[in-house]
């Protein structure tokens, strides 16, 4: 992969700022870039950089990542809670951001402004070797490098091993989420990708899991 300068640079981004108008729903973003940074850093680089009031819960916490562009202030912020598991209530302009209960996302998806992008998934990848590699700054570097607005959320913190001889983009992108075991969606042309929640809703499931866990030999599950 890249050099680590790369990644540096795009650890240091901020948010460039265009004013549209009056009010906090007219203002718009030019660019709202951050990679496997504390959630925190995040929300403060945007209230504070809308000149927006708001308060900051301390139980929000986890490192994202997301990469927006030409978007409403309003729509970076949902984004940013969606990615940090938390929400946010508008008390006569003065934002808080505190965490959200359950895993349901609720109004945070209404009114969001969609982004626009060309569908890398069969972009030819001639050779990937990926070994223990960081998933927040490796998978944010594969979209940021294809021009895909995405959000990564809290609780991806493992390593990826990803082996391509010959592929596209689509199989990197599900090899890597696979390896982390992270899921990926597609929602108003964001690339949203989440920590996907282990089932352990059959019993012969858990077993399974336990027994992959312990490196044991284990019978398919039927």
Not at 14 to 26: D, E, K, V, Y
Not at 108 to 136: C, G, T, W, Y
Not at 143 to 159: E, T
Request: aromatic share 8%.
């Amino acid at each position: 992969m890249r050099a680590r300068s790369l990644l540096a640079v795009l650890l240091l981004a901020s948010a460039g700022i265009a004013s549209a108008g009056t009010g906090n729903r007219s203002l718009r973003i030019d660019k709202f870039r951050y990679v496997d940074t504390d959630a925190r850093t995040v929300f403060r680089h945007l209230f504070k950089e809308m000149h927006v009031a708001y308060s900051l819960s301390p139980k929000v916490k986890g490192r994202i990542s997301v990469a927006l562009y030409k978007v409403p202030f309003t729509t970076a912020l949902k984004w940013t809670c969606i990615a940090s598991n938390s929400t946010f209530i508008d008390e006569n302009g003065v934002y808080s951001v505190v965490p959200k209960a359950g895993s349901d996302c609720g109004t945070l998806r209404n009114d969001l402004e969609p982004q626009s992008f060309k569908d890398p998934s069969d972009h030819p990848i001639k050779k990937m070797h990926v070994v223990n590699a960081d998933f927040q700054p490796f998978m944010s570097e594969l979209l940021i490098n294809n021009h895909v607005p995405f959000v990564i959320g809290v609780g991806l913190k493992s390593k990826v091993s990803v082996e391509i001889r010959e592929g596209v983009f689509a199989d990197a992108l599900s090899a890597a989420c696979h390896s982390a075991s992270a899921s990926y969606r597609v929602h108003e042309g964001i690339v949203e990708i989440m920590a996907r929640e282990p089932d352990f809703s059959c019993p012969k499931r858990l077993w399974q899991k336990l027994l992959d866990l312990c490196s044991c030999p284990a019978k398919s599950c039927t």
